[in-house]
């Protein structure tokens, strides 16, 4: 029986051997071996699917669908509210560096303008800049929620498993 060659439905190259069934950005698609480590290899269709008519619709019709995950809002990811007298704090702690808004500015790698706008309130800072800024003029621009602050006061530590392995690595 002779086996036909197929093209690589990435680079277009004939695939040698059997192809690979690999899902890159939600496609499945059939691959050469160096395009293979460019999405995660899937499990092949089972032959019901096959026979059925093998088209490119049927391909996904055996494959089990990925578990849909919640995206992660970016609210998720801060740790409390920016506070209301953000732009004040900044301007207070820049003057108390003695710098002015441009040389704040260079020392962070924004703009100008960006400075000005986060001081008078028109702008709100992102994650990255209001990192930079709390860094830099050693601020704090978020208002952590009470329970949170309760959670670092607690005191009561709870070792990980890391840790006990460190611990039995030293006592050895």
Known sequence: ??????????????????????????????????????????QKPTKTVAARGGGPASR???VPATPVRRRRD?????????????????RNARMQRGLSQKELALELKEKE????KLEKGDLIP?????????RAL?????DVPADI???KKA????PTLGDVISIKKVKK
């Open 138 to 142: 050693d601020i704090r621009l978020i």
């Open 149 to 151: 602050e309760e959670k």
């Open 113 to 116: 303008l960006l400075i000005k």
């Open 60 to 62: 996904t019709a055996g």
């Open 126 to 134: 992102e994650d990255d800049v209001r990192l930079k800024l709390e």
């Open 1 to 42: 029986m002779k086996q036909t060659s197929s093209l690589c439905e990435m680079c277009g190259a004939a695939i040698q051997g059997p192809p690979r069934t690999v899902r890159i950005e939600g496609a499945l698609l059939d691959v050469c071996g160096m395009c293979a480590k460019y999405g995660t290899e899937v």
């Open 155 to 158: 005191g009561k530590v709870v």
């Open 74 to 90: 970016v609210l998720d990811l801060i740790e409390g509210e920016i506070v209301e007298d953000y732009g004040e704090r900044i």
